[in-house]
């Protein structure tokens, strides 16, 4: 009887360390081998806990598939009994269901966060994939040398091809009190930041003549980092000690109602508006 039981990790474990720098990363393999641990889970229990076959957890374990989808971590967070904060580390929401009123509603009624990646690294390829047709690019970063300015960087292609797009470049002013905070972060000189900023500017001169491209300065300290390419973006955060392409990626789709294309639209915007144009 006990074997049929869903199965459930303790309050305790879910604060653990480990767990929680799991969840962080995304790494589902390694949220299914604690919960293995912690909550004595077979692969087989997990596997019908989370509504996938024993053979696929089993290549998740072993690191041969990679979790990405959205839905997919709602299924296990909500197979695993995830508490809440364990959720947010995730990415996700308090719950499944969101009440507002007294009615509830599910998440998947708002289909703008259509993929999620554990990091750049596995965006990559579909990032580089849009970039060669895109008619528009927008970038939000602090020096944009992995995004846009050296020539192995991720955009690079995309913007110094044949018929590039209308692209804005938004990078952190070297000079603002927020680059020095940002720097202080990540454990760097303001120096060397700044330095970086300035080169990754004096690249991107280079190839801006016969381009529409604008390259702008901003000077509050640097949350979210953004690559738009025509209607859809990728976004994800900065914070003390974790640098933007270490963070997971959300690939959002522009929708008819949903606020988070549009909001993270209009925040680029205003930093452009308010911003000091360098190119």
Do not use: C
């Not at 019908?48 to 374990?61: H, K, L, P």
């Not at 009624?109 to 579909?126: G, H, I, T």
């Not at 209308?166 to 952190?172: D, F």
């Amino acid at each position: 009887m006990a074997e049929t039981a869903a199965p459930e990790m303790p309050d305790w474990a879910w604060q653990r360390a480990e767990v929680r720098e799991a969840l962080r990363r995304r790494d589902i393999g390694a949220v299914f081998r604690h919960f293995q641990q912690y909550a004595g889970a077979s692969q087989a229990r997990i596997a019908a806990a989370v509504d996938m076959t024993q053979g696929r957890v089993n290549e998740v374990i072993n690191g041969r598939r990679e979790v990405s989808r959205l839905d997919v971590y709602e299924r296990i967070a909500d197979g695993l009994r995830m508490p809440d904060d364990a959720r947010h580390l995730l990415g996700l929401a308090a719950s499944r269901e969101v009440r507002k009123g007294g009615v509830a509603f599910d998440l998947a009624a708002f289909p703008e966060v259509v993929r999620v990646y554990s990091a750049q690294a596995s965006a990559a390829e579909d990032i580089q994939q849009q970039a060669e047709s895109a008619a528009e690019l927008d970038v939000l970063a602090v020096r944009g040398l992995g995004l846009v300015a050296l020539n192995d960087a991720l955009l690079r292609g995309g913007l110094t091809r044949a018929q590039p797009p209308r692209a804005r470049v938004l990078l952190l002013h070297p000079d603002s009190p927020a680059l020095a905070a940002r720097a202080a972060e990540i454990g760097e000189s303001a120096e060397s930041l700044a330095g970086g900023v300035r080169l990754a500017e004096a690249r991107l001169r280079e190839v801006a003549p016969g381009r529409d491209l604008a390259v702008y300065r901003y000077r509050i300290l640097p949350t979210w980092r953004i690559i738009r390419l025509d209607t859809t973006m990728y976004v994800s955060a900065f914070d003390a000690g974790w640098e933007g392409h270490e963070s997971a990626v959300y690939k959002v789709m522009s929708t008819p109602h949903g606020p988070l294309y549009r909001g993270f639209r209009r925040m680029f915007d205003a930093l452009i508006a308010e911003g000091e144009r360098t190119i």
